[in-house]
C-alpha cells in the first residue's frame, strides 16, 4: 500500500471513529487530525475537503454493504429458494454485517440522515449499488424501482438501528425479526414473495 492509500485509511477511519463517539457535528477537521495523529494539511491533499472525505467514508461503507448483500444472495441462488425465503437471509445478513461493527454503522447512519448527505446526487452512490440491484430487481413487481425500494427499505432499518447502537432497543432476535415484518409489510405489494430466485 501506498503512502497516499495508507493516509486516505487512516483518515477515513478517522472519520468513522471521530463521528461514532461524539457525533457527526463534532468531527472537525482538527478532531480527525488528533484521532489519526495526522496533520490537518493531509485532508487538502487527498481528498478536496472534509466533505469529500465524509462522502468517501461513507461510499467505502456502501461498497462493503453491497458485498454483503451480493454474498449472501449468492448463498440464496445455490439453494433455490423463494424470495421470501431469500429475501429474509439476505436481510439477516446485512442486519448481522452492520450490528457486528456498531462504529460503522453509527457513522454510516449519522452521515446518511445529515444535511452533508441530503439534496446530494445519488447518481455515485446506485452505481455502487447496481450489481446489487441487477440481482434482487427480479424479485420486485414490473415498475417497481428496487433502488427506490431499497432506500426506503433503509429508512426503516437505520433508525431501529441507531437505537439499538445507543442502548435504547435491544439488540436480539425480536428486533430484528421485528424490522424485517416492518419491511415485509411495507413492500407486500412490490415483492414477488414466491418467485424463486434463479437464473
Not at 451480493?70 to 452492520?98: L, M
Not at 448527505?117 to 450489481?131: L, M, V
Not at 425500494?149 to 432497543?169: A, C, Q, S, W
Request: hydrophobic letters at 35%; one cysteine or more.
Amino acid at each position: 500500500m501506498n503512502r497516499g492509500s495508507e493516509v486516505r485509511g487512516a483518515f477515513i477511519n478517522s472519520a468513522i471513529r471521530v463521528t461514532a463517539d461524539q457525533g457527526i457535528q463534532n468531527a472537525t477537521t482538527k478532531a480527525l487530525s488528533k484521532d489519526s495523529g495526522l496533520s490537518e494539511v493531509y485532508i487538502y491533499r487527498y481528498f478536496r475537503d472534509k466533505d469529500d472525505l465524509f462522502r468517501q467514508a461513507f461510499y467505502s461503507l456502501d461498497k462493503e454493504l453491497t458485498y454483503v448483500m451480493i454474498s449472501a444472495f449468492k448463498k440464496v441462488d445455490q439453494q433455490q429458494t423463494n424470495v421470501k425465503s431469500g429475501f429474509q437471509a439476505i436481510y439477516h445478513d446485512f442486519w448481522q454485517f452492520c450490528l457486528g461493527d456498531m462504529k460503522k454503522c453509527s457513522f454510516f447512519i449519522q452521515y446518511y440522515y445529515s444535511t452533508n448527505y441530503q439534496g446530494e446526487s445519488d447518481g455515485e452512490r446506485k452505481a455502487i449499488y447496481q450489481p446489487v440491484l441487477d440481482l434482487v430487481s427480479p424479485a420486485f413487481a414490473e415498475g417497481t424501482d428496487a433502488w427506490v425500494e431499497l432506500n426506503h427499505m433503509y429508512d426503516i432499518i437505520f433508525p431501529k438501528m441507531l437505537r439499538v447502537i445507543r442502548g435504547t432497543l435491544a439488540n436480539n432476535k425480536d428486533t430484528e425479526e421485528g424490522v424485517y415484518r416492518d419491511i415485509v409489510l411495507m413492500e407486500e405489494r412490490n415483492m414477488l414473495w414466491n418467485k424463486v430466485f434463479d437464473k
